[in-house]
């Protein structure tokens, strides 16, 4: 299994700035992901990012609003641009594993205001 | 639109009772994951099963995917407050490619 950590844990920002998030990953991994989870809701994918590539975006997500960097096999950045109140939200990382199981990062729970 | 199905969406049992949660995709998924979501925590893996009729226990989880590769369920065995939390399940579609599909989840919550 892979560790991964997540940084800011939690931020509140206010309306029109951006967050930057982090994601560290101990092991280095070809895929990473980047889900919104809304309170009491499940997952939706944002994004996929490799490394040595543009990230793939999902349906409804677009660059200019959640740009991804994926600058080594290690770590990658979600940031959030813009923000809105409808940006309030938990924003994980994650990775692929052997099996093609996913380990998650403990999340970042942001709070526009 | 969601093309994996779960439910129930809420599940409320006394402590000792059973647990099912049911899981249904539209299309036929190459594998069905299970992952466990603890009250503020994130999504943990509990397991994988690929093969058609595929049965899988660890402990009091029994683990089935179905004949025809398009529905799962977890069933937990005489519930402790321990498996409180959000049993979600997610399938790489065959036609999604290499996108894994996560169900609404069915929130669990267990009486004393």
């Known amino acids: 299994s892979a560790v991964i950590s997540q940084k800011p844990s939690r931020d509140i920002c206010q309306r029109g700035t951006s967050l930057t998030i982090q994601c560290q990953v101990d092991?280095?991994?070809?895929?990473m992901f980047w889900y919104r989870q809304q309170p009491g809701q499940s997952l939706t994918l944002i994004a996929t990012?490799?490394?040595?590539?543009?990230?793939?975006?999902e349906s409804g997500f677009v660059i200019d609003k959640f740009p991804i960097s994926r600058p080594n096999l290690t770590f990658s950045t979600l940031t959030v641009s813009n923000m809105s109140p409808e940006d309030s939200s938990i924003y994980l990382c994650?990775?692929?594993?052997?099996?093609?199981?996913?380990?998650f990062g403990p999340g970042t729970r942001l709070t526009v205001t | 639109g969601q093309q994996v199905m779960q439910i129930p969406q809420y599940q409320h049992v006394q402590e000792g009772e059973d647990f099912t949660t049911y899981c249904n995709s539209s299309?036929?998924?190459?594998?069905i994951q299970w992952y466990k979501q603890r009250p503020g925590g994130h999504p943990v893996f509990l397991i994988q099963?690929?093969?058609?009729?595929e049965v899988k226990k660890q402990k009091r989880l029994t683990f089935q995917f179905g004949e025809a590769k398009k529905n799962s369920s977890l069933h937990i065995t005489a519930t402790q407050t321990t498996d409180v939390g959000t049993y979600f399940c997610?399938?790489?579609?065959?036609?999604?490619?290499?996108?894994?599909?996560f169900g609404e989840g069915t929130q669990l919550t267990v009486n004393p």
């Open positions: 994650s990775v692929l594993g052997y099996s093609l199981e996913q380990y």
């Open positions: 092991s280095q991994v070809t895929m």
């Open positions: 990012a490799n490394q040595g590539s543009e990230a793939t975006y």
């Open positions: 299309t036929t998924l190459s594998n």
């Open positions: 099963l690929v093969k058609s009729g």
């Open positions: 997610a399938g790489w579609l065959e036609t999604s490619g290499s996108r894994l599909t």
